[in-house]
Nanobody, 124 residues
Framework: QVQLVESGGGLVQTGGSLRLSCTAS????????IGWFRQVPGNEREFVAA????????FYKDSVKGRFTVSRDDVLNTAYLQANNLLPEDTAVYYC?????????????????WGQGTQVTVSS
């Protein structure tokens, strides 16, 4: 079973940028689809972006299209979420997750492994 660790969160001002990383161990990273989710206390975890094996497909939540970019480096066993032009409503704990196939990527229940999360706070 793959283990995931997120990093790169922090406090930024509106319009700022962050690059979140998701580093994997204990499995063959290249065989996993990676999804990014976020959660605000009291709310359900929501889908943000996903990237397929081999990086041939990506999918984004509408509100982050054009601002966020998901990518991966299978040599480094790491996936990234580049978040630009951040808004206060992007404030949340961000999680990465792994699954085998690039179907139903927006459904958190379909993912087999999760990281512990990294906090992103955007000040207005």
């Amino acid at each position: 079973q793959v283990q995931l660790v997120e990093s790169g969160g922090g406090l930024v001002q509106t319009g700022g940028s962050l690059r979140l990383s998701c580093t994997a161990s204990g499995g063959t990273f290249a065989t996993y689809v990676i999804g990014w989710f976020r959660q605000v206390p009291g709310n359900e975890r929501e889908f943000v972006a996903a990237i397929s094996r081999n990086s041939d497909s990506t999918f984004y939540k509408d509100s982050v299209k054009g601002r966020f970019t998901v990518s991966r480096d299978d040599v480094l066993n790491t996936a990234y979420l580049q978040a630009n032009n951040l808004l206060p409503e992007d404030t949340a704990v961000y999680y990465c997750a792994a699954k085998r196939f690039f179907v139903n990527v927006v459904q958190s229940a379909m993912y087999n492994a999760w990281g512990q999360g990294t906090q992103v706070t955007v000040s207005s």
